[in-house]
């Protein structure tokens, strides 16, 4: 069972940055960080996905926006969010546990912390 822990949350202004990071209580491989606004559905915001490689995903909303980084050393993935905006106001989930298919469905991961709001004013 893999325990994940999300850390970095806060509040800032438009345009100001924060730092997410996730700890993982073992090894993960293919790992990413979802977000979900009041009243919204929850979305995927960028994704590292290991199949035969790496490959890096992005929401198109966030894209040029946010860095999605990963250590495995540490166990630890991160996410960059600079220029941010009230949209990306949300609670920020960190996933592991792959399962295949689509790195932007939160059902295709088997673990998932208990996550970190972010709050952006205008």
């Known amino acids: 069972q893999e325990q994940l822990v999300e850390s970095g949350g806060g509040s800032v202004q438009a345009g100001g940055s924060l730092t997410l990071s996730c700890t993982g209580s073992g090894y993960t491989w293919s790992m990413a960080w979802f977000r979900q606004a009041p009243g919204k559905e929850r979305e995927a915001v960028a994704a590292?996905?290991?199949?035969?490689?790496?490959?890096?995903y992005y929401a198109d909303s966030v894209r040029d926006r946010f860095t999605i980084s990963q250590d495995h050393t540490k166990a630890t993935l991160q996410l960059q969010m600079n220029n941010l905006k009230p949209e990306d106001t949300a609670m920020y989930y960190c996933?592991?546990?792959?399962?295949?298919?689509?790195?932007?469905?939160?059902?295709?991961?088997?673990?998932w912390g208990p996550g970190t709001q972010v709050t952006v004013s205008s």
């Open positions: 590292i996905i290991w199949t035969g490689g790496r490959t890096t």
């Open positions: 996933v592991a546990g792959y399962k295949d298919h689509s790195w932007n469905i939160f059902d295709h991961y088997r673990y």
